[in-house]
Nanobody, 115 residues
């Protein structure tokens, strides 16, 4: 059974940093592209960042480029380091693992940034 479990979300003030984690199990993690998405209230889910299965390639949404960093380790975990947080970063953050046509999602973790 595939499971992606996000953690680390909480209430922070603007300008602070936060690191999200996503622990994966039940899949060959090293072969999966891992991504972070987010969904703010009343808005559609949007792409935030992704990292290749080797970890060598990363992609970011323009809105987070230079502030967020995605990384992965050999312990089946992907991270999202978020610096200089802004109120507009407030959203539920979701982890996704994808391999070809296969795609799995976590349940999400809430990040709230107060001004």
């Amino acid at each position: 059974q595939v499971q992606l479990v996000e953690s680390g979300g909480r209430l922070v003030q603007a300008g602070e940093s936060l690191r999200l984690s996503c622990a994966a199990s039940g899949l060959p993690f090293s072969r999966y592209v891992m991504s972070w998405f987010r969904q703010a209230p009343g808005k559609e889910r949007e792409f935030v960042a992704s990292i290749s299965w080797t970890g060598a390639g990363t992609t970011y949404a323009d809105s987070v480029k230079g502030r967020f960093t995605i990384s992965r380790d050999n312990a089946n975990t992907v991270y999202l380091q978020m610096n200089s947080l802004k109120p507009e970063d407030t959203a539920v953050y979701y982890c996704r693992g994808s391999f070809g046509p296969l795609s799995y999602w976590g349940q999400g973790t809430q990040v709230t940034v107060s001004s």
